[in-house]
T-cell receptor, first 117, second 114 residues
Framework: AQKVTQAQTEISVVEKEDVTLDCVYE???????LFWYKQPPSGELVFLIR??????QNEISGRYSWNFQKSTSSFNFTITASQVVDSAVYFC??????????????FGKGTHLIIQP | ETGVTQTPRHLVMGMTNKKSLKCEQH?????MYWYKQSAKKPLELMFV???????ENNSVPSRFSPECPNSSHLFLHLHTLQPEDSALYLC?????????????FGPGTRLTVL
C-alpha cells in the first residue's frame, strides 16, 4: 500500500496565482516526520520543511505555507503569489520512527508544478 | 553551494562496462544514502550507511555495489547493468542516520545504459 500519496501529477497555473499541493500519508506510528522537497530541473532535491507528528501548528515561510492535519492524514503545501522560479517537481515524504537503525524516506510520486508567465 | 556533491553528473555506459558513481558530503554528517529515481516512479532507497557500516540494503541487484570508505564519501560501483537501470541516482546524507533525520541531497548522476 502506498504510504505517501500525491494525487496531483501535474498542476499548471499562471504566475501570481496561489497554488496548493496535496499530500496524504498513511502510517501506524504515533511518532513520525513529514517532509517536503523541491526538485528543480537541475535534479537536486532541495529540502523545504520537516514537521513531526506532535506539532500540528501550521507553518509559514515567506510565500510558502504548510497545513498539517492529523485528522485527515494530510500535509498540504501552499505557494502564495507563485513565481516562474517555483516551477519544479515537489515531493512529500514520510519517515516513521518504528524499528531500529537508519532508514530512508518514503516518497510520494511528486507533483510537477508549472508556473506560466 | 551544495553540501553534497556527486560526480559525474552524466554517465553513458554499455551493458558490459564497469563504472563508479561518487558522492561526497561536506556537512559533517554520519550517514549517507543512495536513491534511484526512475521516470514516473517514486524515489527508491537503495543503500544506507551509518558510520561507514551498511545498515539497510533494500534487495538491490548485485550488479550495484556500494562502498563507504569514510563518513564523507560514498561510491556506487556499477557492472553489467541493464537498460532498465537507466535513471537518476541521488546521494543524500544526514546527521546520524536516524529515521527522523533530515536528509540533504546531491544533484544526482543521470545514468544511461545502452
Amino acid at each position: 500500500a502506498q504510504k505517501v500519496t500525491q494525487a496531483q501529477t501535474e498542476i499548471s497555473v499562471v504566475e501570481k496565482e496561489d497554488v496548493t499541493l496535496d499530500c496524504v500519508y498513511e502510517t501506524r506510528d504515533t511518532t513520525y516526520y513529514l517532509f517536503w522537497y523541491k526538485q528543480p530541473p537541475s535534479g537536486e532535491l532541495v529540502f523545504l520543511i520537516r514537521r513531526n507528528s506532535f506539532d500540528e501548528q501550521n507553518e509559514i515561510s515567506g510565500r510558502y505555507s504548510w497545513n498539517f492535519q492529523k485528522s485527515t492524514s494530510s500535509f498540504n503545501f501552499t505557494i502564495t503569489a507563485s513565481q516562474v522560479v517555483d516551477s519544479a517537481v515537489y515531493f512529500c515524504a514520510l519517515s516513521e520512527s518504528s524499528g531500529g537503525g537508519a532508514d530512508g524516506l518514503t516518497f510520494g510520486k511528486g507533483t510537477h508544478l508549472i508556473i506560466q508567465p | 553551494e551544495t553540501g553534497v556533491t556527486q560526480t559525474p553528473r552524466h554517465l553513458v555506459m554499455g551493458m558490459t562496462n564497469k563504472k563508479s558513481l561518487k558522492c561526497e558530503q561536506h556537512l559533517g554528517h554520519n550517514a549517507m544514502y543512495w536513491y534511484k529515481q526512475s521516470a514516473k516512479k517514486p524515489l527508491e532507497l537503495m543503500f544506507v550507511y551509518s558510520l561507514e557500516e551498511r545498515v539497510e540494503n533494500n534487495s538491490v541487484p548485485s550488479r550495484f555495489s556500494p562502498e563507504c570508505p569514510n563518513s564523507s564519501h560514498l561510491f556506487l560501483h556499477l557492472h553489467t547493468l541493464q537498460p532498465e537501470d537507466s535513471a537518476l541516482y541521488l546521494c543524500a546524507s544526514s546527521q546520524q542516520g536516524a529515521r527522523t533525520d533530515t536528509q540533504y541531497f546531491g544533484p544526482g548522476t543521470r545514468l544511461t545504459v545502452l
